[in-house]
């Protein structure tokens, strides 16, 4: 059988003909590494050692490990980033594009590889790869010092190695890539060995995203109403800490849209999301709700549309911050969990304009969620 990686590839028509040299900037491009400090970036999870300046070069060190890894401070949508990557002997890393706050970098974003190794046919971990999908279209990397430029203006990402493009993807053709975030962090991953970058500099492109905050700060609680119960809900600077029993629902009505979370929970906690509701919790004679319960073993898990179907458990841990997405068009209704397809279901009934809401189901049994946005579609 085809796999399938070759029939993304293959499913990955050019926008437009072939590159074979790196288009000229239209203005000058900021820098994003001034060559002497690690301004502008930050260590996730990992130690200070992990990332350093040497030689006016940003270095990755060879003992970094996953899930350490360098993001950039800004969030980014479209841009035009450019820089170098050092080549020398055994060398493995990556540039992370729309990386996450929270989760796993690679999958709820995407990375382009960096590797040494000069294939002849190129493979989904090839350099230049989409790690670990889609393939290169040629594999041009050289010992020394190696320019590269990423495009990515949405739905298009263009990649140049050493002036040679070698990806020309339409993203939303990708059933692999076509969720994935869509703004985010730039970055660099661990991989156990050495790597040096250098020239980093890039340059935005106009945003075609419309989010809606829900919630991002205590401000935002008035964006809300209990809708049932006495639920105990506490804004906390950036974060929303749900406790007791009951819900508080979003003033504002959606019917077809992009909910994007983070949510952070006890052992075995109990709460909800739910949506194309009466504002009324539970108690609306009409709702659908995406169960919040890391039981793995439950009737119903974390990510299921309760009631009509149970999702594929996504493993997340105790207390640590995850990223949920949850999509609902007329009758399809697609969650995804870290980045991971977790339930999609198309037989939806209500398609009624409704509240989003929260729910506190188990006294004792904390959630919290912080940056709430929702995209209309």
């Not at 035009?80 to 996450?100: C, N, Q, Y």
């Not at 969990?337 to 939806?348: F, M």
Request: charged content about 25%; overall charge neutral.
């Amino acid at each position: 059988m085809e796999s399938i990686s070759r029939r993304l590839f293959l499913s990955a028509v050019p926008l437009a003909p072939v590159l074979t040299q790196v288009e000229p900037a239209a203005e000058e491009h900021p820098t994003m590494f001034d060559g002497k400090t690690l301004r502008g970036w930050n260590i996730e999870e990992g130690p200070e050692s992990a990332f350093f300046v040497q030689d006016s070069s940003l270095v990755v060190h060879a003992s970094a490990s996953p899930p350490t890894w360098l993001r950039s401070e800004r969030e980014y949508e479209n841009f035009d980033f450019r820089g170098e990557f050092l080549v020398k002997g055994w060398t493995d890393s990556g540039i992370l594009i729309h990386a996450p706050r929270h989760g796993r970098p690679s999958w709820i974003g995407m990375q382009m590889k960096i590797f040494h190794q000069l294939d002849k046919v190129p493979t989904p971990q090839s350099m230049g790869a989409i790690l670990p999908l889609v393939p290169p279209g040629t594999v041009n990397v050289r010992n020394g010092w190696n320019d590269f430029r990423i495009l990515m203006d949405w739905p298009t990402l263009r990649i140049w190695t050493n002036g040679e493009i070698v990806q020309d993807l339409s993203l939303e053709s990708l059933p692999e890539l076509r969720h994935r975030l869509r703004y985010g962090y730039l970055g660099i991953p661990t991989v156990a060995a050495s790597c040096s970058f250098r020239n980093l500099r890039i340059r935005e492109l106009p945003s075609k995203e419309q989010w809606i905050t829900l919630y991002e700060n205590p401000t935002d609680y008035a964006n809300w109403f209990v809708s049932e119960g006495k639920p105990n809900f506490e804004a906390l600077g950036p974060v929303l800490r749900a406790d007791g029993a009951g819900h508080i629902a979003a003033k504002d009505k959606f019917k077809d849209f992009e909910l994007h979370l983070y949510v952070r929970a006890a052992r075995a906690h109990n709460s909800g999301i739910l949506f194309r509701t009466a504002g009324q919790g539970l108690k609306s004679p009409r709702n659908y709700e995406i169960q919040l319960h890391n039981v793995e073993e439950a009737h119903f898990p974390t990510g299921s549309l309760y009631y009509y179907k149970r999702a594929i458990y996504p493993r997340i841990e105790d207390e640590k911050w995850f990223l949920l997405q949850l999509l609902v068009k007329g009758k399809l209704c697609l969650v995804r969990i870290n980045g991971e397809t977790v339930v999609e279901y198309d037989q939806l009934e209500n398609l009624e304009e409704g509240h989003i809401e929260l729910q506190a189901h188990r006294p004792g049994y904390w959630t919290e969620f912080k940056r709430i946005r929702i995209k209309r579609l």
